[in-house]
């Protein structure tokens, strides 16, 4: 195919199908790392209690949320405690 003198040049085109597809690719790699990114587990209330001795074995007795009035309920542990809530 030739080109005649006063069409544009592909090289401008050409430079920004490149430039698209560089982003296209850095996008794709953002949204998959993302989508890899590690989650928080939810907390598991068992049951309610006072005491962690009443407790399934290996659960911790923790307030059930994070207000003062919510009461206690087990909860398996986060990183050695009781669950954080926000």
Same mark, same amino acid.
């Given at each position: 195919? #030739?080109?005649?003198?006063?069409?544009?040049?592909?090289?401008? #085109? #050409?430079?920004?199908?490149?430039?698209?597809?560089?982003?296209?690719?850095?996008?794709?790699?953002?949204?998959?790392?993302?989508?890899? /990114?590690?989650?928080?587990? +939810?907390?598991? +209330?068992?049951?309610?209690?006072?005491?962690?001795?009443?407790?399934?074995?290996?659960?911790?007795?923790?307030? /059930?949320?994070?207000?003062?009035?919510?009461?206690? +309920?087990?909860f398996k542990p986060f990183r050695g405690g009781c669950p954080p809530f926000v």
């Amino acid at each position: 195919m #030739r080109y005649s003198s006063d069409s544009p040049s592909p090289a401008p #085109r #050409r430079g920004s199908r490149i430039l698209l597809l560089t982003l296209l690719c850095g996008a794709l790699a953002l949204t998959q790392s993302l989508a890899q /990114a590690p989650k928080l587990p +939810a907390p598991h +209330a068992t049951a309610s209690c006072t005491t962690s001795d009443q407790c399934p074995k290996g659960q911790l007795c923790c307030p /059930a949320c994070g207000q003062p009035d919510c009461g206690r +309920a087990c909860f398996k542990p986060f990183r050695g405690g009781c669950p954080p809530f926000v």
